[in-house]
Every structure is written in C-alpha cells, then in structure tokens.
C-alpha cells in the first residue's frame, strides 16, 4: 500500500472516479455529476480562496482504493481561532490499515499546518456536504447529501475520533396538515407578514436577501462560517439553474425581509442511471425527465428566521408561513415528500416544529473530531 499526494490531471480523476468502485454493489448509491465533483475540486472554486487543501490517493498496486483530502479554513480560523482543521471527501476499501493511513496522512499534513484538532468529515466545508452517514445507509440519498457505507463509522472510530455532533435528516409527506393551534398563530401575523417568491427579474438582490436572512439566522449555530459573497454567488447558479422560482419563498415583516426557504427538486431521482456522465445521452434523458416525470421527492436546504424573531410568537408564525407556502407549491407541482436536512441534533426548537408536523428522522450524519497535538 502506498499513500500519495493528487498532484497531476490523471490523479485528480482517480480521486473523483474512486467512490464508483467502492459503491459498486450498493444499490442506494447515486453516481454524482462527474462535472459536478471536477467543478468542486476546480481551483475556479471560490472556497479555495479562503482554504488551504491537499488530498490523497491510496494505492494497492497500480489500483486506487481509498482517498482523503484535509483541509485548513482561513474564515474559520478567523471565527473561532482555535487551530482545527478538516478531513472529507474520505472513501476507501474496508481495511482497518488503509483507513488508518489515509487518517494519519490527514492529521500529520493538519498538524504541519499548525492545526492542533481535526474535525470531519466536510466535503470541503460545513456550507457544503458534511457529516458521515451512520444510519439510513438503506435509502439513497438526497440531492447534495452524502452516503457512506456502514463499515466506514467503525473505522474511524477505530483510530480514536469520537462523535462531537449529530445532523439529522428527516422525511414528511407534502400533505401534512397545520394545528389549530399553528394556524391561529399564523393567522395573527397575517396582517403584519407578506410571502413571495423568487423574482428572477431581482435575481441578485433577492440572492442577496436570503444570503443576510441566513446568515443571521444561523450566525450563532454551532461551526457556522458565514459563506463569501462569491461563494454565494456560486451557489446562486444552482438555484438559477435547478430551483423554481415558487420554491424560494421570502416573508417580509411591514416590508422588510425576515425569513426565507429554498427547497430543491430532488434532481437524485432522475440521474440515478446517468452514471455522472451528461454526454453524450445523459443530457437529452435529463431534459426528457424533467418534462415528462419531473421529481416528486424534494429537499429543503435553506431555512432562517431572523434572530430578532427568535423565541417569539411572531418567528414561530414566519417558520410556519414559509414552511406552508413552499408546502403548497409542493403539493401543486406533484411533490409526494420532502427531506428537510439537516437538523442538528441540539436544535429541539426546529425540531419540534417539524416533528408536531409529523416529520420523522430518517437519516443521520456524524462529524467527529480528535485533538491532533
């Protein structure tokens, strides 16, 4: 076995191409969009701008069978100054040594950075995929969620990470029902509250809107990193490309913005046999999909209240009115369910509201950590 750093084109597409290997016999796997993962990885990504990376191959032979990238985030740093950096984007053959390697490689390379604690695994950040899946490996996963096979959380486990926070995905039928109680509550900001959707027309003013709701909302949440304004951008494009419009839903109280919702259609469905490949079929059975059997399972990524409403009747109603507006689309447009993720498993307020709607948990994600000194 042997352990190299990604430094050449041939490399970088042995990095990407891994997981095909790994999950071959995995019926819940999803390939992802080969230009996708090179658009991640791509220097052109405005994460890099405020990290430093590295990543590795793991070789038997002349055959790639585990990878890991490590990375060291200047904004994070800049937050929080506490000297912890990053593993993700880890794969590998169920071999207690090869995870070992792969492990240590990281660390070392962390601790060259001056980094005293690893956390992970982030792929590449906690804005992006993060978490291991330890349980739910049964059902594929959502668009931008990860997957994992079971054996990985004993692996890593075995070199000494432990479990520092828990993110939940939970599931819920498009046709739930609101309380009385909750629609008493929405009926009494009725008059102070406006919803709209997107206006595509004021795309990058309403991007902007949502950045600032969001940012608020979840600027004391554990390990927030507030996003750039590039990366933001670079997040717009996914939302001008696979979003509609009505499932992005803005309230406003007395005029100003103060709660936001984006739900994405569950592109996962109809790409699961494209093999991350759009060319030269993929996109044309993409294209064909989308007209005649859209998705009928979606994802709400983006949620927030302002702080100022938080622990207020008035931020209860706002989480409940976009809550029942995108709902509403959803069932319009043939959505059946929705996964809402994630949840961290210490947020009992959003939980409680989703679990009184009749949410369930369905998946859920592991970061762990371990002091590197």
């Given amino acids: 076995m042997r352990i190299v750093p990604v430094e050449n084109r041939r490399q970088q597409q042995q990095f990407i191409r891994l997981p095909w290997s790994i999950y071959a016999d995995d019926p819940a796997w999803i390939p992802p969009l080969l230009l996708e993962r090179r658009q991640q990885l791509s220097p052109k990504n405005p994460y890099f701008d405020h990290a430093r990376y590295c990543s590795w191959l793991a070789y038997s032979g002349d055959r790639p069978v585990g990878r890991i990238s490590a990375q060291v985030d200047h904004l994070y740093q800049e937050r929080y100054g506490d000297a912890t950096g990053f593993f993700g984007l880890l794969e590998a053959e169920d071999r207690e040594e090869l995870f070992q390697n792969l492990l240590d490689t990281a660390a070392r390379w962390l601790r060259e950075q001056g980094m005293h604690r690893v956390l992970g695994p982030f792929n590449l950040s906690i804005n992006q995929e993060c978490g291991l899946l330890v349980s739910g490996f049964h059902l594929p996963p959502s668009i931008m969620m990860g997957h994992a096979k079971p054996y990985y959380a004993v692996r890593i486990e075995e070199q000494g990470y432990q479990g520092v926070k828990d993110l939940l ?146 931020g209860g109603a706002l989480a409940l009115l976009v809550i029942d507006a995108v709902r509403t689309v959803g069932l319009r447009r043939g959505i059946k369910e929705v996964e809402l993720s994630w949840i961290l498993e210490d947020n009992t307020n959003t939980r409680s509201v989703i679990e009184a709607l009749g949410g369930t948990v369905y998946k859920r994600y592991r970061i762990y950590g371990k002091e590197i000194d």
């Fill in 169 to 314: 995905a939970y599931r819920i039928g498009i046709d739930f029902q609101m309380s009385s109680s909750m629609r008493a509550v929405m009926n009494r900001a009725a008059k102070r509250v406006q919803i709209r959707k997107l206006d595509r027309a004021n795309f990058h003013r309403d991007l902007r809107i949502i950045q600032d709701i969001f940012e608020d909302a979840w600027s004391q949440n554990w390990g927030f990193v507030p996003f750039t304004e590039e990366e933001f951008n670079h997040l717009g494009q996914l939302l001008r490309f696979l979003v509609y419009d009505d499932f992005v839903q803005i309230a406003e109280v007395d005029g100003s913005p103060a709660a936001m919702i984006v739900g994405f259609p569950n592109f996962n469905e109809i790409i699961y046999d494209l093999n991350g490949k759009l060319l030269p079929w993929g996109w044309l059975k993409l294209l064909y999909r989308l007209k005649r059997r859209p998705p009928v399972t979606a994802r709400v990524a983006l949620m927030g209240v302002r702080r100022r409403y938080h622990k207020s009747l008035l």
